[in-house]
């Protein structure tokens, strides 16, 4: 089992950037798929990135696609999501998965709250 506790969300203006921290627990961080998604309000949840299951490839959803960026230390059991040109619509609770298997995310984090003001 793994534990995850996102950080670093906050309030930015349009155009701004953030960096969201995943801190796993467990001594086999690196053998989970990790992925980031989030959820606005009214909205269901929405895939923003992930890794493959080897690890050696990044998915991201459309609209981050080009401006968002997902990687992980597995020294310091993190994954982060670096987001550039933020837009008000990236408005969301930003949350960290984990997945044990090639499909599907098992364990999620608690959420991050990231608001970009226009």
């Known amino acids: 089992q793994v534990q995850l506790v996102e950080s670093g969300g906050g309030l930015v203006q349009a155009g701004g950037s953030l960096r969201l921290s995943c801190a796993a627990s467990?001594?086999?961080?690196?053998?989970?798929?990790m992925g980031w998604f989030r959820q606005a309000p009214g909205k269901e949840r929405e895939f923003v990135a992930r890794?493959?299951?080897?690890?050696?490839?990044?998915y991201y959803g459309d609209s981050v696609k080009g401006r968002f960026t997902i990687s992980r230390d597995n020294a310091k059991n993190t994954v982060y999501l670096q987001m550039n040109s933020l837009k008000p619509e990236d408005t969301a609770v930003y949350y960290c998965?984990?997945?044990?298997?090639?499909?599907?995310?098992?364990?999620w984090g608690q959420g991050t709250q990231v608001t970009v003001s226009s």
């Open positions: 890794f493959s299951w080897s690890g050696g490839s990044t």
């Open positions: 998965a984990a997945g044990a298997t090639p499909e599907g995310f098992t364990y």
């Open positions: 467990g001594r086999t961080f690196s053998s989970y798929r």
